[in-house]
């Protein structure tokens, strides 16, 4: 069972990019997932999630209308899309699935959540 995560990069402001989180040894249907990032000294924050069995989809404040989360089913896949990136969003992603249907804020809690993938950093220059 294990989650992994890429896509990350250098790009410059106003640029994008696309996460990929990939699943293997479980299928991530049955899962909500989310996208999770820390810059150095901050702490972990949530930002977006999907969640599972309906795919209503949750995003921090800070990337809303920036960002968008979706699945791919037959790849076994959740993708996050960052546009308009900026170098607030410089930090290492990461993406964790868990068998939780969350309500409200509870999305963003990391102790929810089954299995985490290993990071990919991303960095915005300005």
């Known amino acids: 069972v294990q989650l992994q995560a890429f896509g990350g990069g250098l790009v410059q402001t106003g640029g994008s990019l696309r996460l990929s989180c990939a699943a293997s040894?479980?299928?991530?249907?049955?899962?909500?997932v989310t996208w999770f990032r820390q810059a150095p000294g901050k702490e972990r924050e949530g930002v977006s999630c999907i969640r599972r069995s309906d795919g209503y989809r949750y995003y921090a404040g800070s990337v809303k209308g920036r960002f968008t989360i979706s699945r791919d089913n037959a790849r076994n896949t959740v993708y996050l899309q960052m546009n308009s990136l900026g170098p607030e969003d410089t930090a290492v992603y990461y993406c964790?699935?868990?068998?939780?249907?969350?309500?409200?804020?509870?999305?963003?809690?990391?102790?929810?959540?089954?299995?985490w993938g290993q990071g990919t950093q991303v960095t915005v220059s300005s």
């Open positions: 964790a699935a868990g068998v939780v249907r969350p309500i409200q804020n509870s999305w963003a809690s990391p102790g929810v959540y089954d299995y």
């Open positions: 040894g479980f299928s991530l249907d049955y899962y909500t």
